[in-house]
């Protein structure tokens, strides 16, 4: 491993040089360009999750239909697009987008550096990643379809193709969740060294931009929680082509160590997505509420202590798997108190908009959006935290509804707070405010639309695994039917609007109006740069001689004091 | 207002930031972190399932060589003390540097030839991957980390190769001695709970 040289003196020396196109786009090490091949995939990725939703939500609502673009959705079918559906949107989503393209995008701007510390490592990590997809996207089409066992896993449907149907398949898609952990990995490195290392002169620890700090916290969640997963991926997939029995009770191993290596993983991976968007939120309310980020240290504390705290938790996934009653007593406890640093993370960020000039731009709106839907998702999750409420909840709708109030915030409105906010800075052009408002109302009133009614439909004891509902005389009566078919129609119009937010990217992409250096008027160090920042992000590296929140600070002309500026 | 600019302008006023850690020896503590986690996870899994067996070994698997593997162990540590003793005479005198690093890599690969027999000896007596729990973890675990040893055997080697041309810088030695030290050090645990 080569040491990456630590002064800049080579700065001068970027982009003299005439890449083809090729190296340009695909052979690049530039963090900007790899930040952009993720935010690409991801994006790409995610429009294969939303026809995976699409396609199993018709069936669902009305059971055998035609689906348009995909035909008549089989039991195992079915199966098949739900499982890759939670993987896409997790692995190859949220992950992507949120660590990986604003963690290579933004920590080496907002830190005021050229490039991350190991490049090469760097756009090895974006190969991985993309190998990974191949090996997923090559296991549906294998003998026996993808993979249908659900995102989690869980022997034995996972470890025995008698059971799950997919031999091959079933392992494909271990591979390539394994590939994918390869390639964080090795981006979770880079962005905690260069974070630690290459920080400007002058920008202290409590300088650096929130969204840098959180990027990093999940970075090191996610190194410090894959460990077992992997471990556990191992042995399944000794299990599906070896023939061993590490979760095989017949042989003497044990189903239920999966679960725990799994979720030993599964839950600090809420927070490493989570954090992100709590960053770019705290970057954008900043800027459009004009004030300083209320509590700075105890917002970066608390992200320490629910780090820390979200390796406690895990086992509030498997109540009912099996596991002492006292055991689940502790998880109880342990889950219910990861609300309160969450809680308190919301109430300084209300805390930091009372009182502010507050405008109402597209990124604002999504990152308000952002803190109302979280906080649903939050509330809920302390039904299911309580182990005797979980008994009833678990595997319904409702903990479908919850998780998807948490998730929908962080992976979707975090993406498109984020996009909106730095796209100036990224491509060089605006975007339409006025399609991105619309864009913005015509995603969340369909969220909510698709969401409230499963809370409604999971405590009326809907159970999610179900593929046909009118087998079941108790679940489909009509006023349960009319609710899913209610949150689908809400899901076609929401996926609908997704088509004005395409349309918006590339034509603001291609012909949007320039953009200037520093259109929000925001002070962290990344507005400095041109836009978009040439390789080598600045002519010379900048000095930092204070916090990224001075807003409004009283006796000063403008109403903002970049990081960079010396008075 | 005025000490928090001026103790401000002091700290600018220096050079670019020299880091404490270097990059490459914090990029590879970091990935010990996870592996480390990785290793933890194999070994919890281990346990789980021994203490959930009524009987271990499990009915006609021989016993792991725990005494051979004592005198194994040995080695591989010797290995990490080799190590050292390389980083000492590397701070006085490169050239004297060549002997015991020259010695880390002889002891590690005897620690995996010598591993080697052993597993021949044990898929003789009965112990294959497949035969029980045991012997599935003991492969599986005990593999992994033969490979380990390999890799940072390549990784000491590319090091001895860069310190004859005289390239080997002193950050660098840092780098590969953080990934030996780890799988020096992850090995007696190993050995406690797999062999015991």
Redesign the interface.
Known sequence: MATAPVTHHDAHGHGHHEESWFVHYFWSTDHKMIAKQYMFTGMAMALIGGFFAYCFRMQIAFPGIDVPGFGVVSPNEYNHLITNHGAIMIFWVAMPVLIAAFGNYLIPLMIGCDDMVFPKLNRLSYQIFLLSIVVLIASFFVPGGGFAGAWTMYPPLSAKPEYGLTPLGASLFVTAVALEFVAFLMGGINFVTTAMNSRAPGMRMYDIPMVVWMIVIASILFMASVGPLVAGAVMLLFDQNLGTAFFNPDKGGDPVLWQHLFWFFGHPEVYVVLLPTVGIVAEIITVFARKKLFAYRTVLYTAFGTGVLSFMVWAHHQFIAGIDPRMANIFTITTLLISIPIAEMMFVYIATLYGGAITLTTPMLWALSFIATFLVGGVTGIFLGASGADIYLHDTYFVLAHFHYTFFPIAIIGTFAGLSYWFPKMFGRMMNETLGKIHFWGTIIPFNCIFIPLFVLGAAGEHRRIFDYTNFSELARPELRQLDQFATISLLVMLGFQVLFLFNLFYSLFWGPKAEKNPWKANTLEWTADSPPPHGNWPELPRVYRGPYEYSVPGRDQDYWPQNAQN | MATYRSS??Q??A??????L????V???L??V??????????L??FT??KS??VVWP?PGQPRLPVEETAFNTALLLLSGAALFATRRAFQRDRAKARLPMLAAMLLAAAFVALQGREWLALLGQGLT??S??LG??FF?IIG?HAFHVAVALAMLVHTFVRLQRGWL?S??LA?TEVFWYFVVGVWPAIYAVVYQ
Request: no cysteine; proline share 6%.
């Open positions: 401000r302008m700290v600018v220096d050079a670019r930031r020299t880091p850690v270097p990059n490459g914090m990029g590879m970091i990935f972190m996870t592996e480390l986690m990785l290793f933890g996870g194999f919890s899994a789980i399932i959930g067996s499990p991957l497949t029980s729990s599935s973890f599986l992994l810088a950050s660098q780098t």
